[in-house]
């Protein structure tokens, strides 16, 4: 559809109205193209109208010409419990020349979940009258999962906020530097924050927001904080909140616990940057063996488009430390699952779907789709349900919930597989926390983690009580593909003792091993970052190879290792821009790339001397 425009009325209305709809489920997510060209072509917006509401809610806006391309717009809808229907208005001051036009419109995720004939397990709820059966995490989130509303019956109103009629029992701190602020509907700076609340979806609803505009500097902070809580018990208490962070200049978002009062606590989440602009639910599972409080803590980037949204805050299985005995546990028979990332030991179904695929190429598990075997491992998802990156090594690891991220130990497979010694004694590299120490390991192994800072945190070491001067133990990453021109592996180490021998970054293809970075001897009792650069390679393997000292006080540990910048050139089928440079194999890159001694366009041609 495409708005044709011949006469020049001042101020004519052009609106697109869908048909309406009566539902839909919690995920719900509306996308389309659109195309928004020409010199004074001016605004357009999509409305969301919902049946008993007076005012629309502003879903989505364009506010000028985006340049001669189709551009992708997508909405998170979310659980829409009345009937609605959508406008798109496109209003012309006068003078209008340009091309507006929209396509492909498309509906994802929006039906509620289908009847199940039975729920069995402690890790699900049977809706009452839907007769879904959903995860018992949705249950008194705030959100209505079922259709029906049961999952959120005859839940603690003590333990949840939704923001529509206050803060209810959560508080601004008075140590920090400003306050959350309670709205209704967009933030007052465009391009940034969220446009509506997450409860009710619409611009009628409140959620909370932290303004970074002016007179507020650059990581000032602003922590709300919880009621205090008894301690969990055998059971885990479960933290659910939704969050929003769109903007350039998001800063950070971040979770602690805390049971001294006056102290910030340990670090148990956090997130940096620009999420797109959509509610993102986060769970966090927590135990304490004290009472605890929560605290969420907004800290403001270097800008005004930084506005960080907080909506939708709930807790499950816990109980409020001021008496309030009333626990969600009869939920759950017995305790919550952990929580788990795992996608190295993702199980593979035994057959593939139907598919025309060679042998050279790589079979999609959900769809059969055909992709390069190239593609496989490449830091880039290629098949919809992301197989293609699945049993590959994560771009960030920081072994939490005791997860090796795909990394794996060659020789310790080779030997357990050829003899079945016991091979508790090989020097190896292991999970290790400070929580586990013995009293002499203090003096040479970390205390706490580097993601967690705490002793609870789990790091990766190579235990050197273990086997002889000398020996050498290897972690390596599956096979990866193809990565860009500015990957770089950044992650953190701490060698600390009288006796360390040495940490190497190697980097392994078919039949040569080159040493990419190396360190040895003691680098004192604290976490050091290191930043080791790949550019561009094929069919490699990163390993992670320490080398025993003289004696057992020598451990060698790393953590946070991060994969940075590497998925692969993308040659694109639109001409490169203005403040591009097209290299000589069709890539685009950008012009501050050139001549900076790094093989940006992976052919050299934008090192060329001729430039």
Same mark, same amino acid.
């Given at each position: 559809?495409?708005?044709?425009?011949?006469?020049?009325?001042?101020?004519?209305?052009?609106?697109?109205?869908?048909?309406?709809?009566?539902?839909?489920?919690?995920?719900?997510?509306?996308?389309?193209?659109?195309?928004?060209?020409?010199?004074?072509?001016?605004?357009?917006?999509?409305?969301? $109208?919902?049946?008993?509401?007076?005012?629309?809610?502003?879903?989505?806006?364009?506010?000028?010409?985006?340049?001669?391309?189709?551009?992708?717009?997508?909405?998170?809808?979310?659980?829409?419990? =009345?009937?609605?229907?959508?406008?798109?208005?496109?209003?012309?001051?006068?003078?209008?020349?340009?091309?507006?036009?929209?396509?492909?419109?498309?509906?994802?995720?929006?039906?509620?979940?289908?009847?199940?004939?039975?729920?069995?397990?402690?890790?699900? +709820?049977?809706?009452?009258?839907?007769?879904?059966?959903?995860?018992?995490?949705?249950?008194?989130?705030?959100?209505?999962?079922?259709?029906?509303?049961?999952?959120?019956?005859?839940?603690?109103?003590?333990?949840?906020?939704? /923001?529509?009629?206050?803060?209810?029992?959560?508080?601004?701190?008075?140590?920090?530097?400003?306050?959350?602020?309670?709205?209704?509907?967009? !933030?007052?700076?465009?391009?940034?924050?969220?446009?509506?609340?997450?409860? *009710?979806?619409?611009?009628?609803?409140?959620?909370?927001?932290?303004?970074?505009?002016?007179?507020?500097?650059?990581?000032?902070?602003?922590?709300?904080?919880?009621?205090? /809580?008894?301690?969990?018990?055998?059971?885990?208490?479960?933290?659910?909140?939704? &969050?929003?962070?769109?903007?350039?200049?998001? &800063? *950070?978002?971040?979770?602690?616990?805390?049971?001294?009062?006056?102290?910030? @606590?340990?670090? $148990?989440?956090?997130? /940096?940057?620009?999420?797109?602009?959509?509610?993102?639910?986060?769970?966090?599972?927590?135990?304490?063996?004290?009472?605890?409080?929560?605290?969420?803590?907004? *800290?403001?980037?270097?800008?005004?488009?930084?506005?960080?949204?907080?909506?939708?805050?709930? +807790?499950?299985?816990?109980?409020? &430390?001021?008496?309030?005995?009333?626990?969600?546990?009869?939920?759950?028979?017995?305790? $919550?699952?952990?929580?788990? *990332?795992?996608?190295?030991?993702?199980?593979?179904?035994?057959?593939?779907?139907?598919?025309?695929? !060679?042998?050279?190429?790589?079979?999609?598990?959900?769809?059969? =789709?055909?992709?390069?075997?190239?593609?496989?491992?490449?830091?880039?998802?290629?098949?919809?349900?992301?197989?293609?990156?699945? #049993?590959?090594?994560?771009?960030?690891?920081? /072994?939490?919930?005791?997860?090796?991220?795909?990394?794996?130990?060659?020789? $310790?497979?080779?030997?357990?597989?050829?003899?079945?010694?016991?091979?508790?004694?090989? +020097?190896?590299?292991?999970?290790?926390?400070?929580?586990?120490?013995?009293?002499?390991?203090?003096?040479?192994?970390?205390?706490?983690?580097?993601?967690?800072?705490?002793?609870? @945190?789990? &790091?990766?070491?190579?235990?050197?009580?273990?086997?002889?001067?000398? =020996?050498?133990?290897?972690?390596?990453?599956?096979?990866?593909?193809?990565? @860009?021109?500015?990957?770089?592996?950044?992650?953190?180490? =701490?060698?600390?003792?009288?006796?360390?021998?040495?940490?190497?970054? %190697?980097?392994?293809?078919?039949?040569?091993?080159?040493?990419?970075?190396?360190?040895?001897?003691?680098?004192?009792?604290?976490?050091?970052? #290191?930043?080791?650069? %790949?550019?561009?390679?094929?069919?490699?393997?990163?390993?992670?190879?320490?080398?025993?000292?003289?004696?057992?006080?020598?451990?060698?540990?790393?953590?946070?290792?991060?994969?940075?910048?590497?998925?692969?050139?993308?040659?694109?089928?639109?001409?490169?821009?203005?403040?591009?440079?097209?290299?000589?194999?069709?890539?685009?890159?950008?012009?501050?790339?050139?001549?900076?001694?790094?093989?940006?366009?992976?052919?050299?041609?934008?090192?060329?001397?001729?430039?």
């Amino acid at each position: 559809m495409f708005i044709l425009k011949n006469s020049s009325n001042i101020s004519q209305i052009a609106r697109l109205r869908s048909p309406k709809f009566r539902q839909t489920g919690s995920n719900c997510m509306l996308s389309f193209w659109y195309y928004n060209y020409g010199q004074s072509v001016g605004a357009a917006e999509l409305q969301l $109208l919902v049946d008993g509401l007076k005012h629309p809610t502003v879903l989505w806006r364009t506010y000028y010409s985006e340049g001669n391309q189709w551009l992708k717009a997508v909405i998170q809808l979310g659980r829409l419990p =009345h009937p609605f229907q959508f406008s798109l208005d496109k209003i012309s001051l006068g003078f209008y020349e340009g091309i507006s036009a929209i396509d492909d419109i498309r509906f994802e995720s929006c039906a509620l979940p289908p009847p199940a004939l039975s729920c069995e397990g402690p890790n699900h +709820f049977w809706c009452r009258d839907t007769k879904a059966c959903i995860d018992s995490l949705l249950v008194c989130d705030l959100v209505d999962d079922c259709g029906d509303g049961s999952d959120e019956d005859s839940c603690n109103p003590d333990l949840q906020c939704n /923001f529509e009629n206050g803060l209810c029992n959560w508080e601004q701190d008075v140590e920090d530097d400003f306050d959350w602020i309670r709205i209704q509907g967009p !933030t007052p700076t465009v391009n940034t924050g969220p446009l509506k609340d997450h409860t *009710t979806g619409t611009a009628r609803g409140h959620y909370l927001y932290l303004e970074s505009s002016q007179p507020r500097q650059f990581r000032d902070k602003a922590v709300l904080l919880s009621p205090l /809580f008894n301690p969990s018990g055998n059971g885990t208490c479960v933290f659910r909140f939704h &969050y929003h962070m769109f903007g350039k200049e998001v &800063y *950070t978002l971040s979770v602690f616990q805390r049971t001294v009062s006056n102290t910030q @606590g340990w670090l $148990l989440w956090y997130k /940096f940057g620009n999420q797109e602009n959509r509610w993102i639910r986060q769970t966090l599972f927590i135990s304490s063996s004290k009472p605890f409080q929560i605290l969420v803590k907004g *800290t403001v980037g270097d800008g005004f488009t930084g506005d960080i949204g907080l909506d939708d805050m709930s +807790f499950l299985g816990c109980t409020l &430390y001021n008496g309030a005995q009333h626990s969600f546990g009869s939920f759950f028979k017995g305790n $919550l699952p952990t929580i788990s *990332t795992t996608t190295s030991g993702t199980s593979v179904p035994a057959t593939l779907p139907m598919n025309n695929c !060679t042998e050279k190429e790589f079979v999609c598990r959900a769809s059969g =789709h055909c992709i390069q075997m190239i593609q496989k491992c490449d830091f880039r998802p290629d098949c919809s349900d992301k197989s293609d990156e699945s #049993a590959c090594v994560t771009e960030v690891c920081d /072994f939490e919930d005791k997860d090796l991220c795909g990394w794996h130990q060659p020789a $310790l497979e080779q030997m357990s597989g050829h003899y079945s010694i016991h091979i508790t004694n090989t +020097f190896k590299w292991q999970l290790g926390r400070g929580a586990d120490l013995y009293p002499e390991q203090e003096q040479h192994c970390p205390l706490t983690d580097h993601t967690t800072c705490t002793e609870e @945190g789990w &790091y990766l070491f190579a235990d050197s009580s273990n086997g002889e001067f000398g =020996h050498t133990a290897d972690i390596a990453t599956p096979v990866i593909s193809l990565t @860009g021109p500015r990957c770089k592996i950044i992650f953190w180490n =701490h060698m600390n003792g009288s006796t360390i021998g040495s940490l190497e970054v %190697l980097c392994k293809s078919s039949n040569r091993t080159s040493k990419l970075w190396t360190q040895s001897g003691s680098q004192g009792p604290q976490w050091n970052r #290191a930043e080791v650069f %790949l550019g561009i390679r094929s069919n490699f393997q990163v390993i992670f190879r320490a080398k025993r000292g003289v004696s057992y006080m020598g451990d060698v540990a790393v953590d946070d290792i991060t994969f940075e910048d590497c998925s692969p050139l993308l040659i694109s089928d639109k001409p490169c821009t203005s403040e591009e440079f097209m290299c000589a194999n069709k890539y685009c890159i950008p012009k501050n790339n050139l001549c900076d001694f790094v093989n940006d366009c992976a052919d050299n041609s934008d090192e060329s001397p001729n430039i």
